[in-house]
């Protein structure tokens, strides 16, 4: 089994700033790609920002420059820290990782989601 937990969601003004959490646990043998989507209500579900094994990261073009993504591959754990939030950055956001567990089987999971909520 494995799990991934979200933390670090919640309301914050206009301009301010929050860290998202990823805890990946569970029998993993590795993990490749982790990253962060989200989905607004009404819209689908988009890329955030999304980091390999070996540190190479990508963004949404509507955050770059103001969120930055990262890893911690010796605690299985990717944060997303959000600057500068606007209003329309309110979403669920979900992590995800692309991972071999022990059995040797790759397979991509998602944590449960956390909202983040920006007032104007």
């Known amino acids: 089994q494995v799990q991934l937990v979200e933390s670090g969601g919640g309301l914050v003004q206009a301009g301010g700033s929050l860290r998202l959490s990823c805890a990946a646990s569970?029998?993993?043998?590795?993990?490749?790609?982790m990253g962060w989507y989200r989905q607004a209500p009404g819209k689908q579900r988009e890329l955030v920002a999304r980091?390999?094994?070996?540190?190479?990261?990508n963004y949404a073009d509507s955050v770059k420059g103001r969120f930055t993504i990262s890893r911690d591959n010796a605690k299985n754990t990717v944060y997303l820290q959000m600057n500068s939030l606007k209003p329309e950055d309110t979403a669920v956001y979900y992590c995800?990782?692309?991972?071999?567990?022990?059995?040797?089987?790759?397979?991509?999971?998602w944590g449960q989601g956390t909202q983040v909520t920006v007032s104007s």
């Open positions: 995800n990782a692309a991972l071999r567990d022990l059995a040797d089987t790759w397979g991509r999971y």
């Open positions: 980091i390999t094994s070996g540190g190479t990261t």
């Open positions: 569970g029998s993993i043998f590795s993990i490749n790609a």
